[in-house]
């Protein structure tokens, strides 16, 4: 059982490069999310999924793009990366999508450098 | 909307002293509170919740009681470890809502 397993754990992009940011999870969790952490700030959420095909929008959905074709798989995509963009992008999971209580499991980053 | 406030850090301590990390929060329903924890180099891992108020959640030696009247969730350990050095984030998910909003987080260094 791995958790929440992404990759790239590192990576430097050329402004206007894109490419995709991936995450699984192999605990059959319902939600999958996408933060992006920066200095001072916390984490901030991206895009979210409540299931396979379902996807919306969280507080920074600007200049990344989601998919959700297996419940396991979540990738982010970035299609024309820039400078603003550089941070540490976390993925995580949770069983039930609505429920107050449920725990999220974090995955451990992806470190993006944009130049 | 909701929102979290964490005191600014770092914050550092001796080891075995006692750590209080302050948490405040504002939310327009019944929400749930957190207390996650970040290692150099690591994912975030949950340390605690509560899930209503007046309940304490605890775990490896942290409490944080769930303070409806003040709207708070502060952090406490009596004797904190060097291991315990690490960034740690106040959140709640509030009713409704598919995800977790978090504080800025507080970095604790503990020296031997």
């Known amino acids: 059982n791995a958790g929440v397993t992404q990759t790239p754990k590192f990576q430097v992009l050329k402004t206007g490069q894109s490419m995709t940011l991936q995450c699984a999870q192999d605990m059959n969790h319902e939600y999958m999310s996408w933060y992006r952490q920066d200095p001072g700030m916390g984490l901030r959420l991206i895009h979210y999924s409540v299931g396979a095909g379902i996807t919306d929008q969280g507080e920074v959905p600007n200049g990344y793009n989601v998919s959700r074709s297996t419940t396991e798989d979540f990738p982010l995509r970035l299609l024309s990366a820039a400078p603003s963009q550089t941070s540490v992008y976390f993925c995580a999971s949770s069983g039930t999508a609505m429920s107050l209580r449920s725990e999220q499991f974090f995955g451990p980053g992806t470190r993006l450098t944009v130049l | 909307g909701d929102s979290v406030t964490q005191m600014e850090g770092p914050v550092t301590l001796s080891e075995e002293a006692f750590l209080t990390i302050n948490c405040t929060y504002t939310a327009t329903g019944y929400p749930s509170l957190f207390w996650y924890v970040q290692y150099p180099g690591e994912g975030l891992q949950l340390l605690l919740k509560?899930?209503?108020?007046?309940d304490k959640g605890s775990n490896k030696g942290f409490e944080a009681t769930y303070r409806k009247e003040t709207t708070s969730f502060h952090l406490e350990k009596g004797s904190v470890q060097v291991s315990d050095s690490a960034v740690y984030f106040c959140?709640?998910?509030?009713?409704?809502?598919?995800?977790?909003?978090f504080g800025s987080g507080t970095r604790l260094q503990v020296q031997p």
């Open positions: 509560a899930t209503k108020a007046d």
């Open positions: 959140a709640l998910r509030d009713t409704g809502r598919r995800a977790l909003t």
